[in-house]
């Protein structure tokens, strides 16, 4: 059996740490529980979905999202409720985010945002 992979999803960031960590910017005005549940298809094509995820008790996760999750084999583990310190993951890849490119950059809107973070996370 390989190593258990955690993602955090979804979210401005979704980090799925297995060995090193993959990341997609997730782009989102109001995003619905139709709109995650298909985001976690996108995520992870052709049998390559993590064992779990880690997860918040946000409302977007509604029962399409459950549903989906479930059919392609992952189990959900949520974290305590008012407990953001129990996802570390996305809190580390956040965090990375910030201290190197977002304390270096004057954001002018929304589009640049995005623009300047896929160009960071390609490099």
């Avoid at 959900?76 to 008012?82: D, G, I, K, M, N």
Wanted: aromatic share 10%.
């Amino acid at each position: 059996m390989g190593k258990a992979q955690q993602v955090e999803c979804p979210g401005p960031v979704a980090a799925a740490p297995s060995g090193r960590p993959a990341v997609w910017p997730l782009e989102f005005d109001s995003p619905t529980a139709a709109w995650t549940a298909q985001q976690i298809i996108e995520a992870f094509p052709d049998d390559s979905a993590p064992r779990y995820l880690l997860r918040d008790r946000d409302s977007i996760y509604g029962a399409e999202f459950r549903r989906r999750v479930e059919g392609i084999g992952i189990a959900e583990v949520l974290t305590a409720p008012r407990s953001p310190w129990q996802n570390p993951f996305a809190k580390r890849v956040i965090g990375t985010i910030r201290r190197e490119f977002l304390d270096h950059v004057i954001v002018l809107n929304e589009g640049h945002l995005l623009r300047r973070l896929r160009s960071y996370l390609r490099y």
